[in-house]
């Protein structure tokens, strides 16, 4: 039988005991994993967009993007694990729950994207594999200062 609504209950359903330099240390590994993923990659990576990596000039902005995106990454990802997975091998869980949520919401929705774009197969192989990437790291980050 359902339970009645309790607002103390929903109202702290982040929990108190988040490891604030676990999440910093999983977004900035995640950060550097993907810097690695993109230099290996940046050839086929412009390739499949149609262009050349030299066409790419950086600037700060994106990656000023991208090191926000990851930090609140890690914080849903820390929150999710902590509510879900309290129990067994903290590792095997932020890596499971990393994975489960990777295939359910983020290369489902890059893939609609892609897909709406036009990109190259091979364009969402590498992104995928980037985000998925990124997922685990954080995950592992994650399960390792929880254990």
Not at 5 to 25: G, S
Not at 49 to 75: E, H, N, R, Y
């Amino acid at each position: 039988m359902r339970e009645a609504f309790n607002e103390k209950e929903y109202c702290t359903m982040i929990p108190p005991n988040l490891d604030f330099l676990a999440i910093v240390v999983a977004a900035a590994a995640s950060f550097i994993f993907g810097s690695i993923w993109y230099m290996a990659l940046a050839k086929p990576w412009a390739g499949a967009q149609g262009k050349s990596a030299s066409d790419f000039k950086p600037s700060p902005g994106p990656f000023l993007t991208a090191i926000i995106a990851q930090l609140v990454m890690a914080f849903i990802l820390a929150v999710i694990i902590s509510l879900i997975a309290s129990t067994g091998d903290a590792i095997k869980n932020g890596l499971i729950t990393a994975a489960m949520l990777w295939l359910g919401f983020v290369v489902t929705t890059m893939c609609v994207n892609h897909a709406f774009q036009g990109a190259k197969a091979g364009l969402t192989l590498i992104d995928g594999g980037h985000w998925l990437g990124v997922m685990l790291v954080q995950g592992l980050v994650l399960g390792l200062f929880a254990g």
